[in-house]
């Protein structure tokens, strides 16, 4: 008799051992997934990786993941057009980024995103109310408008700048040209592309320095790039540039050319010659 309940009573004993460890693992196991899913949000809300933040939410997305969040397919969704929306600000497309945002808008159901939502945003509205500003000043001096706004992406407030820039060489155009066609009619085409370019040097030099990305996105260095020598090509009708950093991958050869409609361009060197920017020729 005692055997028999000795023996009932080690197989209850086993089976609670068993059941408390399947519920640890289990349990942990969920806590883990959970845990995992707070940190891809907050790379995402709070360090604005979007990148990795939609990486590490796409990893959820199987049977124990869809088990513990219900919504991981809607939230890679908005992760993607988050990062879309970073990217498009980034390359100064702010029109891109609004439509990303108002997919954002539509997909969303609670406020796992708010705080990068809101982050996006704001730069866009920023950039929108110093756009307006620029246009209605009265004054070319726009430093005390953008010191107004704070902008996540400097490529905005470059663009400003540059837009500023545009709207300043419509203004002074009429006075500019009536003092420069004289004095361009006595240069010659490679002084006329010289002094182009040095008019717009700064200019240039904003834009490449813009246009200047590695592959995942991150902007060069802006004080480790430099113009290491500008020279004409062997026909004099346009100037190489050679952008040197001290990360390799920043290097690029840029070319500057007068075209016969009246402006300048600013292209890649490359068998595609993508262009960068285009200046109205001021000589």
């Known amino acids: 008799m005692n055997k028999k309940l000795i023996a009932i009573l080690s197989s209850i004993i086993v089976l609670l051992l068993l059941a408390s460890g399947l519920y640890y693992f289990f349990g942990s196991s969920n806590s883990s997934i959970k845990e995992e899913h707070t940190k891809y ?75 990068a939502i809101e982050w996006l945003k704001e730069d866009v509205t920023n950039y929108e109310k110093a756009l307006k500003e620029i246009k209605e000043a009265k004054s070319d001096d726009i430093n005390s408008i953008l010191d107004k706004y704070k902008f996540k992406h400097n490529a ?12 300043t060489e419509v203004k002074d155009t009429s ?42 996105g991150i902007e060069a260095p802006t004080d480790g790039i430099d113009v290491s020598y500008r020279t004409f090509d062997k026909y004099n009708n346009l100037i190489m ?15 500057f050319k007068l075209n016969n409609d009246g402006t300048c361009s600013l292209v890649e060197y490359g068998s595609l010659q993508r262009t960068i920017a285009t200046y109205k020729a001021i000589y």
């Open 156 to 167: 905005l407030k470059s663009e400003l700048s540059n837009k500023n820039i545009k709207q």
């Open 241 to 255: 540039l050679n952008y040197t950093a001290r990360d390799p991958q920043y290097n690029a050869i840029i070319l």
């Open 41 to 115: 949000l907050a790379l995402i809300n709070d360090s604005h990786d979007f990148k990795g933040g939609l990486a590490g939410l796409e990893t959820l997305d199987n049977d124990k993941g869809q088990e513990a969040f219900k919504n991981i397919k809607t939230e890679i969704k908005i992760a993607k057009e988050l990062k879309n929306a970073d990217s498009s600000l980034d390359n100064k497309d702010v029109d891109a980024a609004k439509k990303s945002l108002e997919k954002v808008d539509s997909l969303t159901t609670d406020n796992s995103f708010d705080k």
């Open 175 to 216: 006075e500019q040209s009536a003092e420069n066609k004289n004095t361009s009619s006595s240069l010659s085409f490679a002084e006329r592309v010289g002094k182009n370019y040095e008019y717009y040097a700064d200019t240039i030099r904003n834009d490449v320095l813009a246009k200047s990305k590695r592959p995942d």
